[in-house]
């Protein structure tokens, strides 16, 4: 099996620049960026990534504004947060590169067993198994296991790969077992006839491949968000986010979440008084931005606003800044929207004014 598949593998992978490197670096770079995100989705930003911090010591001189608009509309904004954490973590060590060793890999902020498994056996050829979401749905299936992914069957599941696992050429191994997870032995319909392994999976065996693993059912939430575009002549108020949490460290428009029972109005009246402890006038709604995160779906509502008073701001990091500079500044995808908005009407006003 493990010959038709390393066969396989080399005749029909797709071509990924980090398939094109043992850089430890780049290897881990790619493999953080990979974690709930698809590979065509990547590599653009893998690429640009590179461009501005090709090596640790460049991502551990930069500012996390930096990182994070690097990072900018890839979501889980947290594993950036931690790929910056941990590369200054060992360059304030004197050592700017990656760890070869397990216990010292594992021990860096947002490296857990997969990440430490693919960076040891892809950059330094160590033997170390691989399981992520492709890996674990190809074994469930060659061993006929059903059930969920789960802490329980994930212990099942390492013992079989340890036990099919090659001494040699581990990270060529882990690479054909993910991609064939990704390219032959999906979720749904799966390509069993171009399969190299059909022959020793128990699920095409028995017809079971469309039932294992048994699916999830996932709920997903419904939030509406409102938020206030307020301008003090060229410049727009922005504000940060909480260094903690979720989308830790963006800016974005002043705002919150609609209450049960709230206008939409109302709620943005409540919100800016808030945080901003000023009273402010809310005119006409600008636009309705729609994002799906994994468990949950954000509606939000921009409205354009007017301060009455002046504010006093008490939490996070209120500031004006002009649109041409908001460039600078990440924003999760929905504010990106609206900066976006404000761009494209500034453009047509622009070019109004100048055919006159």
């Known amino acids: 099996m493990k010959k038709e598949l390393i066969r396989w593998y080399k005749g029909h992978h797709r071509e990924l620049p980090w398939r094109k490197t043992k850089d430890p670096y780049k290897i881990w770079i790619s493999e953080v960026m990979l974690q709930q995100t698809t590979a065509s989705a990547v590599v653009p930003y893998y690429e640009k990534w590179l461009d501005l911090f090709p090596d640790m010591k460049a991502l551990s001189q930069s500012s996390q504004q930096e990182v994070l608009k690097a990072w900018e509309g890839l979501g889980y904004y947290q ?48 033997p170390y198994p691989v399981l992520d979401a492709n890996v674990r749905r190809v074994v469930m299936r060659l061993a006929g296991i059903h059930g969920q992914f789960s802490p329980r069957t994930d212990k099942i599941l390492f013992g079989r790969i340890k036990a099919i696992f090659p001494a040699r050429n581990g990270g060529d191994f882990n690479q054909a077992m993910m991609e064939l997870g990704a390219l032959v ?41 409102v938020v206030g575009v307020i301008r003090d002549g060229r410049r727009y108020l922005i504000q940060k986010r909480p260094p903690q949490g979720l989308l830790a460290g963006l800016w974005e428009f002043p705002g919150g979440k609609r209450e049960k029972g709230e206008t939409l109005r109302a709620a943005l009246h409540r919100e800016l008084r808030e945080e901003l402890t ?79």
């Open 79 to 126: 594993r950036a947060i931690n790929l910056h954490q941990a590369a200054r973590t060992m360059c304030r060590k004197n050592v700017c590169t990656i760890p070869d060793k397990y216990e010292d890999l594992i021990a860096l902020p947002g490296v857990g067993p997969y990440i430490a498994a693919a960076v040891l056996s892809i950059a330094y050829g160590q």
């Open 185 to 225: 032995c999906k979720p749904r319909n799966p390509a069993c006839l171009l399969c190299p392994v059909q022959r020793s999976c128990l699920a095409f065996q028995r017809g079971e491949q469309e039932v294992i693993p048994t699916p999830r059912k996932r709920s997903c939430q419904k939030i509406e968000t």
């Open 278 to 356: 000023a009273e402010v006038k809310i005119g006409r709604r600008l636009l309705t931005v729609r994002h799906a995160y994994t468990r949950f779906l954000v509606t939000l509502f921009a409205f354009e606003c007017e301060l009455i008073s002046r504010p006093k701001f008490r939490k996070g990091s209120p500031r004006w800044v002009f649109l041409k500079a908001m460039k600078r500044y990440p924003f999760p995808s929905g504010s990106a929207r609206i900066v976006r908005f404000l761009e494209d009407t500034e453009s047509r006003r622009e070019r109004s004014r100048l055919t006159g």
